[in-house]
């Protein structure tokens, strides 16, 4: 199993009131860390939408352990959990690089489709992709 590390910096703009990063502020870094993994891999999320496959959400969850406060340094882990040829499962972990915290856990579910939306067997259909994904699950 491959495990990418994405890094950020907490900006201004992504933290509430009360100084701490707001919750919807989770997701973007999960897509950011996700696009990061898939391009480490050899593709890209635009080359597999002009090949016919998009990967739309199915499911997300994210559970709040610890607050990101303004320029906290944080690493985004994002690994496959669970994968077949009409799906991927994608866990990550938000840690604090100072003190190496765990502060947010998270999971995206996609399954992969055609530009009719349509849920296609990628490893029929594109074999190419499924031999680069398999590779790092």
């Not at 480490?40 to 959400?57: A, L, R």
């Not at 856990?105 to 490893?123: C, R």
Request: aromatic content about 14%; some cysteine.
């Amino acid at each position: 199993m491959y495990i990418h590390e994405a890094k950020l910096k907490v900006r201004y703009v992504e933290t509430d009131q009360m100084g701490v990063v707001h919750h919807s502020k989770y997701y973007p870094w999960f897509e950011m860390a996700r696009g990061e993994y898939i391009t480490k891999i050899g593709m890209t999320y635009g080359g597999m939408e002009e090949e016919g496959i998009m990967m739309p959400v199915l499911e997300s969850w994210c559970k709040y352990i610890d607050g990101a406060k303004y320029e906290d340094e944080l690493i985004i882990k994002v690994w496959i959990e669970e994968m077949n040829p009409v799906k991927m499962v994608f866990n990550y972990h938000v840690v604090r690089e100072e003190d190496n915290k765990i502060i947010a856990k998270g999971s995206t579910k996609h399954t992969f489709v055609d530009k009719n939306f349509k849920i296609v067997n990628i490893k029929k259909v594109k074999p190419e992709m499924w031999e680069k994904l398999e590779k790092i699950y």
